[in-house]
């Protein structure tokens, strides 16, 4: 029984990368249905919006990526591809708000743009262990003359 029980419990980056995937999930759920169901409020945080309907286009497309991360993490099944997902969304839209923040959007951004950092900070630790844990196989011989490669001795 412990032996099943430990095997259900993620270990090293496993942990970090589920749990991760968890946070980055609830909180792009949270932030990408916020516009769609009360833009009002959205607009009074963020400044308004000359394009309602973008912004929700936007908040949909985030509320799919957190909910394919948060049901990966809850899975515990968060494979280089989500990995990449998750990585890749957090630094778009830190790349985003860093950019045209107080230009073109409201300041309230750069505050975003930390979070997203954090995420993609941990996704790169995540992925350094993976790393680190991978079992390095040593490079396969290497023949020297015809002899060698069918398997004569010299």
Known sequence: MEEAIARLRPEGSEALASGL?????VFYVGTGVWPIVHLRSFEAVTGPKPEGWLVKTVGALITVVGGALLLAGLRRRVGPELQLLAAGSAASLAAVDVIYSPQRIS????????????????WCLSAARDWKRRDVQPPPPRYTSPEDAAGFPT
Request: aromatic share 4%.
């Open 21 to 25: 995937a968890v946070a980055q999930g």
């Open 107 to 122: 300041p309230v951004y750069l505050l975003d743009a930390i979070a997203e950092g954090v995420l993609v900070a941990g």
